[in-house]
């Protein structure tokens, strides 16, 4: 079974080996009476890649973007429980949300360049967090850029507008601007979904050498990207977390048949 | 099959035939009566126009009054108008963008508000000018204000500001959800977002919303009619009354002496001169400020 080529050295979360980089408590959201989100209590390892797999609309974008609290653009969104960042709760501290925000980069479904050059896509995070000197910023965009693996694509076209990129570069571009900002997290909603084969396994692959730096949240619902990736997955249904556990736990000891039946594919 | 059901096919083939050929025939000539007219128009503009047309026209205020001097020209009415319109866009523009970049970025959520808003507008949109003019004539009587420069700049923002609203609002709202929550998600604020990405992305939308207002405001006529008034001079303060080219043509064309006529036509030619260069410029500039702008 190919789904077993999983990363065989997973420390089980349970046992506290690893530190948690997010931990949420009873989270529930509702808008109006319908109840998105049901009682989440889920923990997020630190430099690991987290995958939040379930089928279409069970909650997990909704997830994601409570952890930045995108929510808040939503004011129907009724929002209560705890989401703790290095045991800061976020959902209620006085920090500003702004603060919250740029510690964590975000990946949308398709990528979502802002309406200016590749290089000012980049400065931009550094900007309006108060750099702008020219030489460190250049020297910043260019460190982004590579760490991106989009350097060697753009370099001599940083002031061409970043909608003449392919997707798949605008996608990494939304990366390296996500970078810029010195996030410690990077949320991903189904980073590849609009992206073709080869430019999602880039990101991919971008996913795997980051995490060293990074703790990463993915939500996705292609099941071979979470067992090509996935250090630790937390499986959503209906709103609700069914399982929650290391990656190879998941794929290969299920143990509940919700999530079998999953695996199988016959939920969807 | 009955010979009875075959002749009903043939007899439908020749209808939808004959209705796409009576269709087809309507649409062309509808279009040839438009470019007709329009040619028509434009043809007796230029031939009446052009003929009077001269630097003198254009370089001189009209000796004598307007109605029944014989000597100088509609530089007044081209100041003027000029002046008149860059007021009113301006003062649109500083108080329409922050209405178009607070409905769509800080009400985005409440969409039932928003929507009554834009509906309202367009209600505003439809209005004659002529009731915007007697409605700031009532003000201006109300505060004893004369006809003035002022009163018309600020009658013709009113009038051109649910157009500038709209049509910047336009582009915002085309814009996609998803572009605000990119930006909020690298730590910026509203205030950021607003004046950093979306106006970004709606360049080209801000500049056709202000050239289209542009254009209405020079040319209108009701609403500058009892606000602005009328004179042969040019204005050198706000408060004193102003000509613009509308009403240079509808004062001038009621006279009986040809010289006064003349320039009626010459102010026509030069206002439509006008309106063509900025639709044309409001081309350009959309294009060439679409660059940026990611599309979804």
Same mark, same amino acid.
């Given at each position: 079974?190919?789904?077993?080529?999983?990363?065989?050295?997973?420390?089980?979360?349970?046992?506290?080996?690893?530190?948690? #980089?997010?931990?949420?408590?009873?989270?529930?959201?509702?808008?109006?009476?319908?109840?998105?989100?049901?009682?989440?209590?889920? !923990?997020?390892?630190?430099?690991?890649?987290?995958?939040?797999?379930?089928?279409?609309?069970?909650?997990?974008?909704?997830?994601?973007?409570?952890?930045?609290?995108?929510?808040?653009?939503?004011?129907?969104?009724?929002?209560?429980?705890?989401?703790?960042?290095?045991?800061?709760?976020?959902?209620?501290?006085?920090?500003?949300?702004?603060?919250?925000?740029?510690?964590?980069?975000?990946?949308?479904?398709?990528?979502?360049?802002?309406?200016?050059?590749? *290089?000012?896509?980049?400065?931009?995070?550094?900007?309006?967090?108060?750099?702008? #000197?020219?030489?460190?910023?250049? #020297?910043?965009?260019?460190?982004?850029?590579?760490?991106?693996?989009?350097?060697?694509?753009?370099?001599?076209?940083?002031?061409?507008?970043?909608?003449?990129?392919?997707?798949?570069?605008?996608?990494?571009?939304?990366?390296?601007?996500?970078?810029?900002?010195?996030?410690?997290?990077?949320?991903?909603?189904?980073?590849?979904?609009?992206?073709?084969?080869? !430019?999602?396994?880039?990101?991919?692959?971008?996913?795997?050498?980051?995490?060293?730096?990074?703790?990463?949240?993915?939500?996705?619902?292609?099941?071979?990207?979470?067992?090509?990736?996935?250090?630790?997955?937390?499986?959503?249904?209906?709103?609700?977390?069914?399982?929650?556990?290391?990656?190879?736990?998941?794929?290969?000891?299920?143990?509940?048949?919700?999530?079998?039946?999953?695996?199988?594919?016959?939920?969807? | 099959?009955?010979?009875?059901?075959?002749?009903?096919?043939?007899?439908?083939?020749?209808?939808?035939?004959?209705?796409?050929?009576?269709?087809?025939?309507?649409?062309?000539? !509808?279009?040839?009566?438009?470019?007709?007219?329009?040619?028509?128009?434009? *043809?007796?503009?230029?031939?009446?126009?052009?003929?009077?047309?001269?630097?003198?026209?254009?370089?001189?205020?009209?000796?004598?009054?307007?109605?029944?001097?014989?000597?100088?020209?509609?530089?007044?009415?081209?100041?003027?108008?000029?002046?008149?319109?860059?007021?009113?866009?301006?003062?649109?523009?500083?108080?329409?963008?922050?209405?178009?970049?607070?409905?769509?970025?800080?009400?985005?959520?409440?969409?039932?508000?928003?929507?009554?808003?834009?509906?309202?507008?367009?209600?505003?949109?439809?209005?004659?000018?002529?009731?915007?003019?007697?409605?700031?004539?009532?003000?201006?009587?109300?505060?004893?204000?004369?006809?003035?420069?002022?009163?018309?700049?600020?009658?013709?923002?009113?009038?051109?500001?649910?157009?500038?609203?709209?049509?910047?609002?336009?582009?915002?709202?085309?814009?996609?959800?998803?572009?605000?929550?990119?930006?909020? !998600?690298?730590?910026?604020?509203?205030?950021?977002?607003?004046? #950093?990405?979306?106006?970004?992305?709606?360049?080209?939308?801000?500049?056709?919303?202000?050239?289209?207002?542009?254009?209405?405001?020079?040319?209108?006529?009701?609403?500058?009619?009892?606000?602005?008034?009328?004179?042969?001079?040019?204005?050198?303060?706000?408060?004193?009354?102003?000509?613009?080219?509308?009403?240079?043509?509808?004062?001038?064309?009621?006279?009986?002496?040809?010289?006064?006529?003349?320039?009626?036509?010459?102010?026509?030619?030069?206002?439509?001169?006008?309106?063509?260069?900025?639709?044309?410029?409001?081309?350009?500039?959309?294009?060439?400020?679409?660059?940026?702008?990611?599309?979804?």
């Amino acid at each position: 079974m190919e789904t077993l080529s999983v990363s065989k050295k997973v420390i089980p979360i349970t046992n506290y080996q690893i530190p948690k #980089k997010i931990q949420i408590e009873n989270l529930n959201l509702k808008i109006g009476k319908k109840h998105i989100l049901k009682d989440i209590s889920v !923990s997020v390892p630190k430099n690991k890649i987290t995958v939040i797999l379930g089928p279409s609309g069970c909650g997990k974008t909704t997830l994601l973007k409570s952890m930045n609290r995108l929510t808040d653009m939503y004011p129907d969104m009724e929002v209560t429980g705890k989401i703790c960042i290095d045991d800061e709760d976020i959902l209620h501290s006085g920090t500003d949300v702004t603060n919250i925000r740029k510690r964590m980069g975000l990946l949308s479904q398709r990528p979502y360049p802002l309406p200016m050059s590749i *290089y000012k896509n980049i400065a931009y995070g550094l900007k309006i967090s108060g750099r702008r #000197k020219k030489r460190f910023l250049e #020297k910043r965009i260019r460190h982004y850029l590579i760490q991106a693996s989009l350097w060697d694509e753009v370099k001599d076209r940083l002031r061409e507008p970043a909608s003449s990129l392919s997707i798949g570069q605008q996608q990494r571009l939304c990366l390296a601007r996500g970078l810029a900002v010195d996030p410690d997290i990077i949320l991903a909603d189904e980073p590849t979904s609009a992206l073709d084969p080869i !430019s999602s396994q880039e990101i991919e692959k971008k996913f795997l050498e980051l995490k060293n730096g990074y703790t990463i949240v993915m939500v996705t619902h292609v099941l071979r990207q979470a067992a090509r990736i996935a250090d630790y997955v937390i499986f959503m249904y209906l709103g609700e977390v069914i399982e929650q556990g290391p990656a190879y736990e998941f794929f290969n000891n299920p143990k509940t048949e919700i999530t079998r039946a999953y695996l199988r594919g016959s939920i969807n | 099959m009955k010979r009875g059901s075959l002749n009903k096919y043939y007899l439908r083939k020749i209808s939808l035939k004959a209705e796409e050929i009576f269709f087809r025939a309507t649409m062309l000539f !509808s279009s040839c009566i438009i470019i007709f007219i329009l040619l028509l128009i434009i *043809y007796s503009i230029l031939q009446k126009g052009l003929p009077s047309l001269s630097i003198d026209m254009l370089t001189q205020t009209p000796k004598g009054g307007f109605y029944f001097g014989k000597e100088g020209g509609i530089l007044n009415a081209i100041i003027g108008s000029i002046y008149l319109s860059l007021g009113a866009t301006s003062l649109a523009f500083i108080i329409g963008l922050p209405v178009a970049l607070f409905m769509n970025i800080w009400l985005s959520h409440k969409k039932k508000l928003v929507n009554s808003f834009r509906f309202i507008l367009d209600l505003l949109w439809g209005i004659p000018s002529i009731v915007y003019g007697a409605f700031g004539f009532t003000v201006m009587i109300y505060f004893g204000i004369k006809a003035s420069l002022i009163g018309g700049i600020v009658v013709v923002s009113l009038f051109i500001l649910p157009i500038m609203i709209r049509a910047i609002d336009e582009g915002l709202k085309s814009s996609s959800v998803g572009l605000i929550e990119a930006s909020y !998600s690298l730590g910026s604020t509203k205030t950021e977002t607003a004046f #950093k990405v979306m106006m970004k992305q709606c360049l080209p939308c801000i500049i056709t919303a202000v050239l289209l207002s542009f254009g209405r405001s020079i040319g209108d006529a009701a609403s500058v009619l009892f606000t602005t008034g009328f004179t042969d001079h040019i204005p050198t303060s706000l408060t004193q009354p102003t000509a613009t080219l509308p009403l240079s043509i509808f004062f001038q064309l009621s006279s009986p002496i040809p010289e006064v006529k003349s320039r009626a036509y010459a102010a026509a030619l030069v206002l439509t001169v006008i309106i063509l260069i900025i639709s044309l410029s409001s081309r350009l500039f959309t294009i060439k400020y679409k660059k940026n702008r990611i599309n979804f």
